[in-house]
T-cell receptor
Framework: DTGVSQDPRHKITKRGQNVTFRCDPISEHNRLYWYRQTLGQGPEFLTYFQNEAQLEKSRLLSDRFSAERPKGSFSTLEIQRTEQGDSAMYLC?????????????FGPGTRLLVL | DAKTTQPPSMDCAEGRAANLPCNHSTISGNEYVYWYRQIHSQGPQYIIHGLKNNETNEMASLIITEDRKSSTLILPHATLRDTAVYYCIVRPNNNAGNMLTFGGGTRLMVKP
């Protein structure tokens, strides 16, 4: 499978614990996006990378959230001191930006439940 | 980014064409129309996009009005597996981040 992959697919944690999610983009895609989706809502943008540089962060990305893409390939999203309000599906998308129409392809998501 | 308006839900009979409308009356000249769908508990799936001209691929057709203020996604022969939430998104293509802004979408129910 050459699509976007995410790991783990499901995570249950207790309030206050730290969690880390991983996203592997489509090979050679230079942009990687993170979104969050709560029940019954559409996905909301969190942050994006072009190669290894994090270029934009949403107001939704509180200081408990941190994302990295150290070598411009896979990315991690860490949530520290989780809260029940962090329960959501975390989606990763990648794209090849080359100055023309840029299409994002999504992974299957990581579903987080904070107890 | 321009806002879009979609009906919250639609039904379609299996085997018939599903025509999903989208209004984007404030679209700008450099904004593309993108369609994604999301089947329950899965990540959004890219369907098709267009700027001015009508587009067709193996999944669907996209019809954009001449004034670009609205568009229609057509699934020519809907199957039960097409039951999903369909999102119409308008978005510029520029050097800045092209994040997608999802609205409520249309929940399409394909019935036998």
């Amino acid at each position: 499978d050459t699509g976007v992959s995410q790991d783990p697919r499901h995570k249950i944690t207790k309030r206050g614990q730290n969690v880390t999610f991983r996203c592997d983009p489509i090979s050679e895609h230079n942009r990687l996006y993170w979104y969050r989706q709560t029940l019954g809502q559409g996905p909301e943008f969190l942050t994006y990378f072009q190669n290894e540089a994090q270029l934009e962060k949403s107001r939704l990305l509180s200081d408990r959230f941190s994302a990295e893409r150290p070598k411009g390939s896979f990315s991690t999203l860490e949530i520290q001191r989780t809260e029940q309000g962090d329960s959501a599906m975390y989606l990763c998308a990648s794209s090849l930006f080359a100055g023309a129409a840029e299409t994002q392809y999504f992974g299957p998501g990581t579903r987080l439940l904070v107890l | 980014d321009a806002k879009t308006t979609q009906p919250p839900s639609m039904d379609c009979a299996e085997g018939r064409a599903a025509n999903l409308p989208c209004n984007h009356s404030t679209i700008s000249g450099n904004e593309y129309v993108y369609w994604y769908r999301q089947i329950h508990s899965q990540g959004p799936q890219y369907i098709i996009h267009g700027l001015k001209n009508n587009e067709t691929n193996e999944m669907a057709s996209l019809i954009i009005t001449e004034d670009r203020k609205s568009s229609t996604l057509i699934l020519p022969h809907a199957t039960l597996r097409d039951t999903a939430v369909y999102y119409c998104i308008v978005r510029p293509n520029n050097n800045a981040g092209n994040m997608l802004t999802f609205g409520g979408g249309t929940r399409l129910m394909v019935k036998p």
